[in-house]
């Protein structure tokens, strides 16, 4: 079930245009990385149909990794909608996680209530260095919550990201990954065998696979 998941999340993320693999045109992303892929799921929106089915495979693995969640939290800005897509379909209290506090009013990290003890996991749209979905993770933890999983849609499977999780002693579960997303665009003809090649040396080291 998780492998048809993965291939049919993977198929959808190519379909509506929400990753764009470009070998020979890099990306600059905000950390500076110089990247031949670039992923947008805030497109997921747009589409009812894709966005239903990301709500469903979301709340399927929900249930297998986390039966007794309690808490649904979404990382500030692109997982707060599909957060709230699942508290709403599973009846659950739901949270979101800013990526700073605010500089006024209560000055909140995050918003909504956190009842201490309470079981929560964390939605994540797409993780990539892991820096920002764990520092939501111990931002739920030091406002009373209990988090032991995280769920995203997609991971570009950096090793930093991994060894990121791993400190923090959170498990991390995506919908699809980077070596599903890649031998299906082999396999449609989107990318050549030698792109594969390269996209995969960009994922196992991206801050120096041009080096």
């Not at 979404?74 to 979101?96: D, Q």
Request: charged share 25%; proline share 4%.
């Amino acid at each position: 079930m998780v492998s048809a998941i993965k291939q049919e999340v993977a198929k959808i993320l190519l379909e509506i245009g929400a990753v764009t693999l470009s070998p020979k045109k890099l990306f600059t992303w905000a950390s500076g990385i110089q990247s031949p892929i670039y992923c947008d799921n805030r497109l997921l929106m747009t589409y009812p149909e894709a966005r239903r089915e990301i709500r469903e495979a979301f709340c399927h693995l929900l249930k297998e990794k986390e039966p007794n969640c309690e808490l649904i939290a979404g990382v500030a800005t692109g997982a707060i909608v599909h957060a709230a897509w699942v508290a709403e379909h599973l009846n659950k209290p739901m949270v979101y996680v800013r990526s700073q506090a605010k500089d006024h009013g209560k000055q909140n990290l995050v918003e909504g209530k956190v009842e201490p003890g309470k079981l929560a996991i964390v939605i994540e749209d797409l993780v990539s260095t892991g820096g920002s979905s764990c520092a939501a993770i111990e931002a739920l933890r030091d406002s009373g919550g209990k988090v032991n999983h995280c769920l995203a849609i997609f991971t570009y499977g950096f090793p930093e990201a991994v060894k990121k999780f791993e400190a923090i002693q959170c498990n991390l579960t995506t919908l699809t990954d980077f070596s599903t997303l890649l031998q299906l665009a082999k396999e449609r003809r989107i990318i050549s065998a030698e792109e594969q090649t390269l996209l995969q040396r960009f994922s196992a080291n991206p801050r120096g696979w041009l080096d």
